[in-house]
């Protein structure tokens, strides 16, 4: 298995543009994860699904951020406008129903300007 | 709410040193306990987990026993090696949650 794939790797914009973070989880994975990592706050949760149904999005910072999971293997994180505080890299992870043992992907550095 | 505490870094040893990364929670229940190591510019990996009391992880050199007595989950290896520099997290959850964290710690291990 290719693991969780996250895309793009990186991303600079400028302050009040729109972004959008992607990420395909394992295969027969049902949870998937949102997670931000920042020096100040470290890995913090952000939203995540069980079944392509959010079940905690308490760590959304504001109405800026928003998710959806329409299928099994896709997920989006949208931030619109993005600001300065928002850089930071943002990883994806999934787990299965059996292990629950989450699995990272290789996360995407968000840079805003 | 739950929480994990673990040692201020950085941790800097010599090859073959001894390590202990400690760590210590706060739960309700019997939550899960898990070792990440990232390296740099990397995502985190899963080292080692443990699912109950007096469980003990283990991989690559590293374990990990869940003691549920002191609430305690430390990370120790016997000899570390240069590859071993990363950054160590502790975390816990609950089943079909999300993962809480400690800070991490920096682990430099020079030859």
């Known amino acids: 298995d290719a693991g969780v794939i996250q895309s793009p790797r990186h991303e600079v914009t400028e302050m009040g543009q729109e972004v959008t973070l992607r990420c395909k989880p394992i295969s027969g994975h049902d949870y998937l994860f949102w997670y931000r990592q920042t020096m100040m706050r470290g890995l913090e949760l952000l939203i995540y699904?069980?079944?392509?149904?959010?079940?905690?999005d308490s760590g959304m910072p504001e109405d800026r951020f928003s998710a959806k999971m329409p299928n099994a293997s896709f997920s989006t994180l949208k931030i619109q406008p993005s600001e300065p505080r928002d850089s930071a890299v943002y990883f994806c992870?999934?787990?299965?129903?059996?292990?629950?043992?989450?699995?990272f992907g290789p996360g995407t550095r968000l840079t805003v300007t | 709410g739950d929480s994990v505490t673990q040692m201020e870094g950085p941790v800097t040893l010599s090859e073959e040193a001894c390590l202990t990364i400690n760590c210590t929670y706060t739960a309700t229940g019997y939550p899960s306990l898990f070792w990440y190591v990232q390296y740099p510019g990397e995502g985190l990996q899963l080292l080692l987990k443990a699912t109950k009391a007096d469980d003990k992880g283990s991989n690559k050199g590293f374990e990990a026993t869940y003691r549920k007595e002191t609430t305690s989950f430390h990370l120790e290896k016997g000899s570390v090696q240069v590859s071993d520099s990363a950054v160590y997290f502790c975390?816990?959850?609950?089943?079909?949650?999300?993962?809480?964290f400690g800070k991490g710690t920096t682990l430099s291990v020079s030859s």
């Open positions: 992870a999934s787990s299965s129903p059996v292990t629950y043992e989450q699995y």
């Open positions: 975390a816990l959850n609950q089943a079909g949650t999300a993962l809480i």
């Open positions: 699904f069980n079944n392509n149904v959010p079940i905690d």
